[in-house]
């Protein structure tokens, strides 16, 4: 079937698209459009005349996730019948790198999405279910609430601090404060009542917290990047690949008998994720379970504390997707035993 594979380069305000038709070597840029509904009937319109003129079958978008701004691009793809895909942002530009394309604008970061369409044909992704966009939406709401109340907080202590602030400037931001706390009860209300209507999340969420390291706070953003992944690899991902996709993955710098820095995580996924998993760490290994035992080997090897706190995240992120894929509790007797690379 011929292909023809759309790129596109996201950022808040607008799209950079181009297009190649699959067995192409070489894209074509189709222009800049605005990231919302009426950029997007015009890049329908503007791929659709390409695909006819060059008589190709079907549709594939191809888009790295970029915080949210292509949730909605994702969403009026699959509507309209087009194929998505959703690669790793390091395997395309590790793949780019390899191919000499090393330059770094909205327009060339286009022309290589398509270009890596229509050579590497990556398998295009499901959409996401319904409930789950919306527990995505309310947890980003919520982490959205949770900055500002922190802002205003710190701005708070700030003033009280200062000599002769007005009387009105600090009500005023208690004011915003109090207004702030009233969201994120609602949020938080929100998202419980959504849990409890879902049986099926409701049941994924126990059985994550059974792993040492995933508690409250971190629990739905997990699930949430689980079931993103699973669709993704259409449930034939490893754990290696989703600690790489988190970002979590060793990147040494050695070649032969010569180090040339400390060896690091690569950071090329999802940030705020990556602290979840730090800080279930943190507090994981506090308890009595496998997650300190793992901590506390690595430490005694003589592994800095912190480190082995990264690799503790690294081994949380292990745990859940063998827990998420198998649908059953913790059990470190039986849990399917991935080895983890330590820097």
């Known amino acids: 079937m011929s292909i023809l594979y759309l790129g596109v380069d996201i950022a808040k305000g607008n799209l950079d698209a181009a297009v190649c038709l699959l067995g192409e070597s070489a894209g074509l840029f189709i222009g800049q459009f605005d990231n919302n509904s009426k950029g997007f009937r015009e890049l329908a319109r503007k791929v659709n005349r390409i695909r006819k003129k060059r008589k190709a079958e079907a549709i594939h978008l191809v888009v790295e996730p970029t915080g949210g701004y292509e949730l909605a691009l994702v969403a009026y793809a699959h509507e309209k019948g087009w194929l998505v895909s959703l690669p790793n942002p390091k395997q395309v530009r590790d793949w780019a790198n390899g191919i000499g394309m090393r330059a770094k604008t909205d327009k060339q970061d286009a022309l290589m999405l398509a270009c890596f369409g229509a050579q590497r044909q990556p398998e295009p992704q499901e959409p996401m279910p319904a409930v789950v966009q919306e527990l995505e939406s309310l947890l980003s709401r919520r982490e959205d609430l949770k900055k500002l109340l922190q802002a205003e907080n710190n701005r708070l202590g700030n003033l009280q601090q200062r ?98 820095k400390r060896a690091s995580i690569s950071r090329m996924g999802n940030r705020t994720m990556r602290q979840y998993l730090y800080l279930g760490a943190l507090g994981g290994v506090r308890g009595n379970n496998p997650l300190r035992v793992f901590y506390e080997r690595l430490v005694g090897r003589g592994k800095a504390k912190k480190l082995a706190l990264v690799a503790g995240a690294r081994k949380i992120l292990v745990w859940s997707w063998a827990v998420f894929q198998q649908d059953a509790s913790f059990d470190p007797t039986r849990i399917c035993k991935v080895p983890i690379e330590i820097a």
Do not use: C
């Open 163 to 260: 000599p002769n602030t007005p009387a009105a400037v600090l009500s005023s931001v208690q004011r915003v404060i109090t207004t702030l706390e009233e969201e994120q009860a609602e949020i938080d209300a929100a998202i419980k009542d959504l849990i409890d209507q879902d049986p099926d999340i409701k049941s994924k969420v126990r059985k994550l917290r059974t792993i040492p390291g995933v508690g409250p706070k971190n629990v739905l953003p997990l699930l949430v990047l689980l079931m993103r992944w699973n669709l993704m690899t259409h449930g034939t991902g490893t754990a290696k690949e989703l600690t790489a996709y988190v970002g979590l993955d060793p990147r040494p710098f050695h070649s032969g008998r010569t180090i040339y």
